[in-house]
C-alpha cells in the first residue's frame, strides 16, 4: 500500500524512466600478468610461476524500469589503483577502491552520489536491498 501510494505521488506509472534498482555482485576477475619463468639457462624444460591469478571485485549495476542502464561501480580490492584496472571499461564507470573489495557505507554514498550526477531526471525513486553498508544513517544526509 505504502509503495502504491509512492508511485501515485512520484507519478511512476506515467514516468518509469524515474524508477531505478540497483544492485551488486561480487566476482572473481582473472588478471593477466607478466610470465615468471625458472630454469637454467639453455634448458628446454623449464618451470612457469604464478602465470595468473583471480582478483576478487565487486560490480555495482543500476537501470531503470525502460532497461537504461547506469555505468557501473566497480570495486576492487585494496589500497592502490593500478591505471590497467580500468582499461576497457564501459564510459564513464566509477572506480574505487576498499580494503576487503566489497560495498561499504562511504561507497554506496559515492555511488548515490554517481547516479545523482548521471541522472537529470529528479526526483527518482531507487530500489536497493537491506544489506547493512546501504543502512548508514550518514546515507540519509547525502
Given at each position: 500500500?505504502?509503495?502504491?501510494n509512492?508511485?501515485?505521488?512520484?507519478?511512476?506509472?506515467?514516468?518509469?524512466?524515474?524508477?531505478?534498482?540497483?544492485?551488486?555482485?561480487?566476482?572473481?576477475?582473472?588478471?593477466?600478468?607478466?610470465?615468471?619463468?625458472?630454469?637454467?639457462?639453455g634448458?628446454?624444460?623449464?618451470?612457469l610461476?604464478?602465470?595468473?591469478?583471480?582478483?576478487?571485485?565487486?560490480?555495482?549495476?543500476?537501470?531503470?524500469?525502460?532497461g537504461?542502464?547506469?555505468?557501473?561501480?566497480?570495486?576492487?580490492k585494496?589500497?592502490?589503483?593500478k591505471?590497467?584496472?580500468?582499461?576497457?571499461?564501459?564510459?564513464?564507470?566509477?572506480?574505487?577502491?576498499?580494503?576487503?573489495?566489497?560495498?561499504?557505507?562511504?561507497?554506496?554514498?559515492?555511488?548515490l552520489?554517481?547516479?545523482?550526477?548521471l541522472?537529470?531526471?529528479?526526483p527518482?525513486?531507487?530500489?536497493?536491498?537491506?544489506?547493512?553498508?546501504?543502512?548508514?544513517?550518514?546515507?540519509?544526509?547525502?
Amino acid at each position: 500500500e505504502k509503495l502504491v501510494n509512492i508511485f501515485r505521488e512520484m507519478n511512476l506509472y506515467q514516468n518509469p524512466q524515474k524508477l531505478f534498482n540497483m544492485d551488486k555482485k561480487e566476482c572473481q576477475v582473472t588478471i593477466q600478468h607478466q610470465q615468471q619463468v625458472i630454469g637454467q639457462k639453455g634448458v628446454k624444460r623449464v618451470h612457469l610461476v604464478a602465470p595468473e591469478h583471480a582478483e576478487n571485485v565487486t560490480i555495482a549495476g543500476c537501470c531503470n524500469a525502460l532497461g537504461n542502464s547506469v555505468p557501473p561501480m566497480v570495486i576492487f580490492k585494496g589500497k592502490r589503483l593500478k591505471s590497467e584496472w580500468q582499461d576497457n571499461l564501459p564510459p564513464g564507470t566509477l572506480v574505487k577502491m576498499a580494503e576487503k573489495g566489497s560495498m561499504t557505507s562511504k561507497l554506496f554514498i559515492a555511488f548515490l552520489r554517481h547516479l545523482h550526477r548521471l541522472k537529470g531526471l529528479k526526483p527518482i525513486l531507487l530500489v536497493f536491498d537491506g544489506a547493512a553498508c546501504h543502512l548508514d544513517i550518514s546515507i540519509s544526509w547525502t
